[in-house]
Each structure stands twice: as C-alpha cells, then as structure tokens.
C-alpha cells in the first residue's frame, strides 16, 4: 500500500489459508432480515435485487400514509416489474434509546452507535463549495432549528472543507449539537479551491485596470487582453474541477461512513452552490458541471449513495437565489455592457444552480430547497419528509452485471402525488471500476470519518513481552527512535463482510488488505504497517470462517505518548472498506524497549 507525498509506503503480503464467506447480497438491497454477527439488517437472496425507496407527498408536502403494494407500478427501463417486498415507514413517536455494544476490554468495534429507526438525518456543512457570509448564515440557522428540534430527533454534523470530518455524532442532544456547531470544526473559511463571487468581480476589475493602463489602442490592446481573460477563466476551471473532485470524494466517504447504519439517510447539505452531477442525463453520460468527463469517479459515487441508501436535501445555503450584482457589499455597480451583462449573468447562475440541486435531489430521492430565506424550517422539512416513505424491492429483468445504468420510473395506479425516489442505478459488480491507486490510505487520514461498508472488531493491545533492546523496530517509519511500545493488533471480520470467488477446485479465493497508520496530537504520521492477504479456502475453511470470522494480525512500535491509531480493510472484490480510529494512552516505561539508531533502509 502506497501514502502520498513519497512519505509512507506499505509493500508485504502474504498467503491466508483459513476462510471467507461470500455471502449473495444484491448491491441494491433492501435491509430486512438480520445479520448476528454484523448486527445489521440486510435482505439475502439468490438473485440480484432492486430496492427502491420512495417518499409520496400531496399539498404542502404533505406524507401519504397506509399506501398498499398494489398502489404502486415499478418500471425499469420502461419494462413494468413486479413488487416482491413491500414495506411502509413512518417516523417513530420516540426514538429507542441506544445501547452502545459490549465489548471485551481492549477490543473495539467500527459498528456505528446510530439510533434504531428507519431513517436518520446527517447535515453537511459544506465550506469548499459555500462563501464565507453564506457559511456564518447557516450556522446560526441551524442553532435557531436545534432551539426547536422535535424531541428524540437525531442528528449528526459532517463538515467540508478539503475534506470531509464528523464534528457530532447522531444524538438528540441538542447541547451537543450546538457544541459542535460553535467549534473550531465548523469555524467559517476559505479553501485554496473555493471560488466565490468576489473572486470574479476582482478578476473583472483586474482586467479593467490593466485595459486602462495600457498606452496602446484598438486590436493592439485586445490581443493581450484577451490572453489574460483566457487565463483567468482557465484558472477558475481549474478551481472549479478541484471543488468537484473533493466534492465527490466526500460524498464517497460519507455513503462508507453510513453504510451499515439501517433504513434511510437523510442528507441534508448545506452549501452556496453545488458543482456536480452524481446520476447521467440523456444518453448515459456522467459529467461535471464544467463538462468535464469523469465517468468512474461520479459512477463510484452514485454506486456508493445507492448502496448506503442516501437520499439528497440540497439547501442553498444563502436562502432564496437571488441576483445580488447590485448589493452593497458586491464590490459595486458594474459598468458599461457589463452594467446589463451582470444581472443576466447571475441570473443563469442561480439557474445552473437550482437545476443542479434539482438534479441532485430528484435522483437520490431527496427534495431541493431554495425558495426560502428560513433555513431552519427548511431543515424540518426536510426531516419530515424524509421520515415518511415506502421500500419496493423487485427483482430486475437481467441479473447480469452489465455495468450499464438501468432507470427506474415508479407511479401510482390511481390518484394523483408528488412521488421521490432514486432514479436508477449502475449494475455494477463492484463499486466502480478497480482503483488506479490503493484507496485504502485516504481513509486512513486523521480525523476522518469511519467507514462501515465492512464491520470488524480489533483487539490492540501492547506486546507482551516487549522486544529485547535492541530489536529492529516494526513498521514503516524507519526514522522513528527513542523509547517505544510494540503493539499487536488482532482483526476478526464477520462472514460476509468480504466477497470471495469460488473456483472450479472448489476452493475460495479474494484479496483484502489491512493497515494501521498511528498520528500524534498535530495529525503527524508517526508510524505505520500494512499486509495484502491472498486468501484460497477449501470447503472446511470456508465453513469455519463462516463460524468464526476472518481473522487477520498486525505490529507497530509506537512512541511512548498518546496517539491516535488508524485501523483498516479494503476488500479489492468489492471495493468495499471499513475503518476505524482508536485513541491510545501512553504505556508504562515497563514496557516499551529502546530499538537501535536508524542506520538501515528500506
């Protein structure tokens, strides 16, 4: 495994002979019957299947409730299917109390504590793609919402900058939640790749000024001028395609991250504009709003949504789309063409912008809200809605994995509603294509959310006894030095987690890979391990792990301090990842030893 920078590299691997299950789980599935070992609830069938969650308002979006199967007609690819489950959910009149998993000491456990309802409700505040003025809006919006949050209403805070980060877990507690609001996390700024309205009024009055300060006239002063714009507008296309990207991998990590939490995700993101478009139009093409094509990256995104059950509640974070060429704090009136050009020029951007969120909301089942000033109703409602839905599972036409995307179209057979749901997806057998790169090490950044798209249970402890001193240290860091504490670390994922793929011997085959990566308090890398494990199971291994689980082991020396430990696995059948952060207090002098002066390389 491979970190950016040149600064971290894990190359070993080696050959596991005990065992996987693989366990026929449709891509899309509905969550309906339980899973012991994983703790979640997932539908198990022979076939490939389609679940489809849909919400049905009237009025002032108003829910439609005791709907039965026969009111519905699902349709993919314009081919009428029939409903093999049906389920109705609605919001509970108070939320079941968690309680966190008993664990052994020193084991942990990436299995979310997430309240046991049939939709939870996460909110992004997205600073890359939202102005400074806007981000301070939001903010305090959001705390007039918590004043008056339905009790026993959970929620969780994501914020977004160059990358995403859980600043509150789900709670109900409000004191909590606006703890996490008035944070250093949630703090107003400005990223290297945000672009914002000022930045185009200065690029304009830039040009203007140095049109002024030109000595010469006509064509002569047109050529250079010209240049300039092109390169300013490269510039901002740039930063555009930037703003997209990073987008896009948050919303990857976000869907891991809410993977094995039940029932329906209610993502509520706030941001002042919204850069990409997760689902294609037309003839199948997946492109970003400044049309550039990056057809596996926005396919790996709408595959991950789809998977984790993430609806979109797009909210413009600066209330209603306005022009605002002619506010006060708009670096003043334009001149000129531009006096005129202005108004329509912000005009279509609002335009782009709530086409956008349209587009975002209507192909993850979500709603657009952008025409009202009052974000924190806008917040209610979207929780009302989202709360209210049903779950029609189908099998599709074709269970073969053809990699291309399928639409659904779902009606009522009587009467008239307002109807929300996904609006297909790609039959793909793993999340995307197979990665250029190992995609293991991002998600092992400090402070990023853990993803749960496989359950697993560590146990870390210190070794016991400690190497000799002397002993060569453990690890990739061959700089580290002074007084350090070798720790072991002992993987157990559940049946299922992982896929296999059976052979004509018989046997199993796949390949996972785990990793530790250990931080100190600043977010320095201090040490880190990794292995690729070959995995070949015959029948009795295979019926074992499915027993007891795959177990996996890994050392580190770590100095003698706190740090915080990065714990993870990737399963490179199905792209799938879990990851987990444990916090590790400093150990005793008795038991860390002194390695020798770093002389070797590696």
Known sequence: MRFEEGSLHLRCSCLLTLGLVSCCVAPLCAQTAPDAQA?????????????????????????????????????EDGKPQPIDLFEEHTAATSTP????????????????????????????LDSLNTEKPDQAYVRKQIVDFLRNIQPGTRVAIFTLSTRLRLVQGFTADSLLLKAALNSDAVAPGVTAASRTRDDDLRDKEELSIIGEMSNTKGAESEAPLAAISRSMADRADVQGGQRASLTLAALDQLARSLAAIPGRKNLIWFASSFPISIFPNGSNRQTLSNGREIGDAVRQTAHLLTQSKVALYPVSAQGILLDRTTNADSGGQPEGDDFEKAPQQEGAANAANAAAMEQLAADTGGEALYTSNNLSQAMARAIENGSHYYTLVYTPPSTEMDGKFHRIEVKLTEGKAKLSYRRGYYADKASGAKPASDPLPPLLARGMPNSTQILYQARVLPASPQPAPGAPRTGG???????????KVDFVIPAGGVALDPAPNGMHTGTIEVALVAYDHDGAAVNWTGNTLAISLNAASYAQVQRSGLPAHLEIDLPNADVYLATGVYDWGSRKSGTLEIPLSSVAAATTYAPPMATETR
């Open 39 to 75: 703790g979640v609830s997932v539908l198990k069938a022979n076939a490939l299947a389609v679940a489809v969650d849909v919400v049905v308002t009237r009025g002032n979006d108003e829910p439609v409730l005791s709907l039965r199967k026969q009111d519905f007609q699902v349709l």
């Open 97 to 124: 109390t968690v309680t966190p998993q008993q664990l052994p000491p020193h084991v942990y456990t990436n299995l979310p504590a997430a309240p046991q309802s049939d939709s939870v409700n996460v909110l992004l």
């Open 477 to 487: 860091n061959t700089k580290l030095a002074g007084t350090l504490a070798r720790y």
